[in-house]
């Protein structure tokens, strides 16, 4: 279901519509420069570009429209994005979308021009409107680099909001949006870019990152489900939100990693292993098993899986 906050001039578009806590985000953050870099786009395919930093930026274009996923943290580097997009594409409809509501990906839309159409799942927007505002709060804590760089975000609300899947025709390029249920957060949208095959999933697939659960609102079980179904569309690349970009291997990598921790979660639950103890044995079992994978979720996946289980 689509639902539709207010008139746009850019909605002459085709949208053809398909159907309708703070202990952490990610464990590398802390130690990561927060930013999106200049003069640094790499070509993904024909449509698809990516600005990798912290976090990536895809960038898919049309020959009518243009659509940005992620908007780094804050204005100033919501404005690398922008100029970034103008150096790409003359084409004034410009659509934002957020891959899932932490400030990373979301606090830089105030940089991009009045007239872009910004789209986001339902799901995720009542997370940002219950969460937003204590995220914001706690990235700030974290450094004096992150507080200046959010000093004064503005966030606005959504022109378009969609229940399940909707697509946008760029021109000669369709741009697939969909929500699946939670998995890192409640609210994950997944793109797909259909004729370049080319997947753009937020933190649901990653290179050798270790997956991240931050709290009770995180699913090992969908994060799996999600997994299967991604597998199904076989895409040819991958723009993950954090590290390196890849390939559709990423995807069953990924699902490996997670039911292997799901299977060994589930044995120690068997023994009658308390959750912290099983969460700290899984994460130093698999700190050998899996050592060039990177951040520290393995115990909250853990206790996912023993809340899963209940």
Do not use: C
């Not at 021009?113 to 339902?122: E, F, G, V």
């Not at 590290?243 to 559709?248: E, K, R, T």
Request: aromatic content about 6%.
């Amino acid at each position: 279901m689509l639902r539709r906050k207010t008139s746009h001039p850019i909605l002459a578009v085709s949208l053809i519509i398909v159907g309708t806590l703070l202990a952490s985000t990610l464990a590398f953050a802390q130690n990561t420069p927060q930013g999106v870099p200049e003069n640094s786009v790499t070509r993904v395919s024909e449509h698809v570009y990516a600005i990798v930093g912290f976090p990536n930026i895809a960038i898919v274009v049309g020959n009518r429209g243009t659509l940005v996923v992620d908007t780094g943290m804050g204005q100033h580097n919501g404005a690398v994005i922008v100029r970034e997009v103008q150096k790409l594409t003359k084409n004034p409809n410009l659509y934002l979308t957020t891959t899932h509501f932490h400030p990373e990906h979301a606090t830089g839309e105030q940089a991009f021009p009045p007239n872009t159409l910004l789209i986001r799942d339902a799901a995720q927007q009542e997370e940002l409107d219950k969460h937003g505002a204590e995220f914001i709060a706690l990235f700030s804590s974290r450094s004096a680099e992150n507080k200046e760089l959010l000093k004064d975000v503005k966030l606005r609300r959504p022109d378009i909001l969609f229940d399940n899947e909707v697509k946008i025709d760029l021109g000669g390029v369709t741009t697939r949006l969909f929500w699946l249920g939670p998995a890192h957060t409640t609210g994950d949208e997944l793109i797909f870019v259909e004729e370049d095959s080319v997947l753009i999933p937020g933190d649901i697939v990653q290179s050798k990152l270790v997956p991240n659960m931050p709290d009770a609102d995180s699913s090992v079980k969908n994060w799996i489900a999600i997994l299967d179904k991604l597998e199904l569309l076989k895409p040819r690349f991958i723009v993950p939100d954090h590290g390196a970009l890849g390939d559709g291997s990423l995807i069953g990598k990924e699902r490996a990693f997670l039911v292997d921790v799901q299977t060994r979660a589930l044995e120690l639950k068997r023994q009658g292993t308390s959750v912290d103890d099983a969460a700290r044995v899984v994460a130093g079992e698999f700190k050998t098993k899996y050592p060039d994978w990177t951040g520290a979720g393995v115990p909250n996946a853990v206790r996912r899986v023993y809340a899963e289980a209940q």
